[in-house]
Each structure stands twice: as C-alpha cells, then as structure tokens.
C-alpha cells in the first residue's frame, strides 16, 4: 500500500523562518507530499492567512479553565487549525507531560476533528539498555490507534537540538523501530497510518531515511528552520 509522504515542519520556539509568508514559500501546500508547519501559538494565524496547513506544537486538551500560560486545542481548532502536535519529547521532558496527559489530548484533538500527530521515542539511556520496543510499546498503549492519527517515532538521542552535525539514527534502527511499531498497530490502521521518522533529518540523509518502506516522511525540527534546506527535503519527497 502506499501513503502519500508527510514532512512535518517543527519551528519549536522560533519565529517564522524568513520568506515564510511569500508566493513561494517552501511551507505551502505542495504537490504530490504533504507539509503541515507546526509554529509558535503566535505564528499560527499568519501561517493561515497565507495558505500554510499550520498546527500548534502542543494544546491543552480542556477547551478553557483556569490553565495560565496555556492555551486549548479547542482555540487551535477555532483558528482554522488542522494538525496539531502531541507528545513531542520536549513537552514530556521540560513540561512534565504524561503518556496519560498526551493520550488526552490525543483524544481531545480528535474530537475537534484536528488531526494528531503524537511524537513517541526512547531516551538514551533506555537505547543503551535495549528498552526502546519496551518504550514506545507503553507509550502507545494509551493512544486510541484506530483513529486517524499520525505517529512520529523521535529517538530523543538523535534530535538535534540546534547541532546541523548531530547524526540522525542509522536507517536500519529507523526503519526496524518503524516496523517494529506497524507491528503494534491494529488491523484496520496497520497499512494506512503514516508513520514519520523525526531526529536530524536533513537533505543529506533524507532521500535514504524517506524510502524506508516503514517510514512515510519526517518530523523536522532544525532543517525546517533553513526554508532552502526544507525546500530540498520536499523536492527529494516528490521525486520518491
Ligand atoms: C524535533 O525536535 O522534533 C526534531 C526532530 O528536531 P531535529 O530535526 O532538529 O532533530
């Protein structure tokens, strides 16, 4: 079966990347490859107005309450949101977010009929111990799989983190972590849910990481922030 190809731009907290808003901005609708811009909550109606398919980085699953500093998934989908980001290692790590926490907004999501993609992967440390099938197994566990989501499998050792030299992983951990986690999925959603590979993916390394037959595109942080770089991993898509 194939799936369309998915790259995920992840802007983390950075402004809209320069000709983001331009007649050819490489974060627009394209052809043949879909690209979904996850920005800041401040970006987001910009990147709207101009026709970007944008999406918050994280909401809260309540739709409004006494939640200072936050802002609902519910607000999100009132501004015209389509996607929206769950779970990224950030959030789980620097926010204190749950597998709990993000299996409700998950939920919340798809109730608002904004189509989640919920980050998963291994830390480290729990690679060193041969843990990472263990991992993402309990952090799928509370996700509602049968539903229309997409799921990005994040080795949290290969984010960059601002490095451009930080290696992503090797492809045969990618694509076996990915065939590992197909392998978890129910019947009805096993051939027809995308999922993204997401850890320094770059033009260098993306034409290899895309044509895994497990992997169906990228969650992208640091390259995504460079609109040339962003544009080269969309003209390697299209040409798969
Ligand atoms: C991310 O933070 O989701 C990410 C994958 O970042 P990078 O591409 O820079 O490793």
């Known amino acids: 079966m194939s799936r369309t190809l998915f790259l995920a731009a992840n802007w983390k907290m950075h402004s809209a ?6 007649p050819e901005s490489p974060y627009k609708i394209q052809d043949s490859v879909d690209v979904v ?12 107005q101009v026709g970007i398919e944008a999406g918050p980085q994280y ?22 949101c389509t996607y929206a980001l769950c779970g990224h290692s950030d959030r789980r790590q620097k926010h204190g977010e749950t597998d ?19 980050c998963i992967g291994e830390k480290e440390e729990e690679r060193d ?14 996700l509602p799989l049968e539903q229309n989501i997409t799921i990005a499998y994040e080795p949290i ?3 960059s983190r601002g490095d451009p030299n930080k290696p992503a992983a090797s492809t045969q951990d990618a694509q076996e972590m990915h065939a590992f986690i197909r392998s978890l999925l129910p019947d009805a959603t096993r051939e027809t849910m995308r999922l993204l590979y997401g850890g320094s993916m770059k033009p260098e390394n993306a034409k290899e990481l895309l044509s895994q037959p497990d992997i169906d ?3 992208i942080g640091g390259a995504s922030l460079k609109p040339d770089a962003f ?8 040409s798969l």
């Open 37 to 48: 811009v996850f920005s800041t909550f401040l970006d987001l109606a910009a990147c709207l």
């Open 157 to 159: 050792w290969a984010i």
């Open 17 to 22: 990347p320069e000709g983001t808003f331009d």
């Open 100 to 118: 709990d926490m993000v299996a409700a907004q998950v939920k919340a999501a798809l109730a608002l009929r904004l189509h989640p993609v919920v």
């Open 217 to 219: 595109g990228g969650l």
């Open 231 to 238: 544009r080269e991993i969309i003209t390697i898509a299209q």
């Open 129 to 142: 111990a041969g843990k990472q099938q263990e991992v993402v197994r309990r952090q799928m566990s509370v």
């Open 59 to 80: 909401g809260h699953a309540e739709a409004s309450g006494p939640h200072t500093g936050d802002v609902s998934l519910k607000m999100c989908a009132d501004l015209g």
